[in-house]
């Protein structure tokens, strides 16, 4: 029996249609531009990538599909555009359809089409997108978080549970490296967090709270447009 695959992990089989190449990054990448669409290169491709900071209505229009990775949306055009909403929870993990998502995103990328993802400060989730696709697109790359680095922003991927949730996507442990850097954010982080003022009469008031993140479930936007479409035959059918 071969090797069991572990959930979330992608194989270079799953992609018969896509090229795989290497694809060399610039040296000393980017040192932080405003993210307003920046384009990026992932394999034979580009993907554009922004943060609701800095983007306004302009920056939106000529795209086939915008992805939102946080639930604070920017400033929308006076024109039709497409939003797929994927919220990620800050400095959080994947959903379990992670993988599964990614193959939507890369497979709309092979048909040419125009995408730009975006968080808020096109950092963390936006670098985690960002160095997922470049795991599966990319398996001659050996970091993808360093990669992702070099060719968006030296700020991208912020937390550990990021860092895993990229590399298992190869079935791999995240480097010791990485674990060392964000062990450190993380503690700098919380001290952060601890030192703001805090609401005593509304805990959930204010800058932080000491209540458990909501959990995040995702859909995959297909499956959503058919659940959708399945709810509203099913209410003319009672009209009926």
């Given amino acids: 029996m071969g090797k069991k695959r572990k959930k979330n992990e ?3 089989d799953d992609f018969p249609d896509i090229e795989y190449v290497e694809v060399e990054s610039p040296e000393g990448g980017l040192d932080h531009p405003e993210h307003r669409g920046n384009p990026v290169k992932v394999g034979n491709f580009t993907i554009f990538l922004g943060g609701t900071r800095y983007l306004i209505e302009e920056d939106l229009v000529g795209y086939d599909l915008l992805i939102a ?20 929870e800050d400095y959080g993990g994947v959903p379990e359809d992670w993988c599964d998502f990614l193959k939507v995103v890369a497979k709309k990328l092979t048909r ?16 985690t997108f960002l160095a997922s696709l470049i795991a599966l697109m990319e398996p001659g790359t050996e970091d993808p978080i360093a990669t992702a680095r070099e060719r968006h922003c030296g700020k991208a991927v912020e937390s550990l549970e990021q860092a895993e949730a990229i590399f298992a996507l190869r ?18 982080l919380e001290k952060f967090y601890d030192a703001q003022p805090k609401n005593e009469d509304n805990p959930d008031d204010g ?20 659940d959708d479409k399945k709810k509203g035959n099913e209410k003319r059918g009672r009209k009926r």
């Fill in 10 to 12: 992608l194989k270079k």
């Fill in 207 to 226: 800058f932080w709270s000491d209540k458990d993140p909501k959990e995040t479930k995702s859909v995959l936007p297909n499956k959503k447009l058919k």
């Fill in 171 to 188: 079935g791999q442990e995240v480097p010791e490296k990485y674990k060392k850097e964000f062990g450190v954010f993380g503690e700098k």
């Fill in 69 to 88: 990775l946080t639930d604070n949306l920017p400033p929308l055009p006076r024109v039709p555009v497409t939003i797929w909403n994927y919220g990620l």
């Fill in 112 to 127: 040419g089409k125009k995408i730009m993802a975006f968080c808020v400060g096109s950092h963390g989730r936006t670098g």
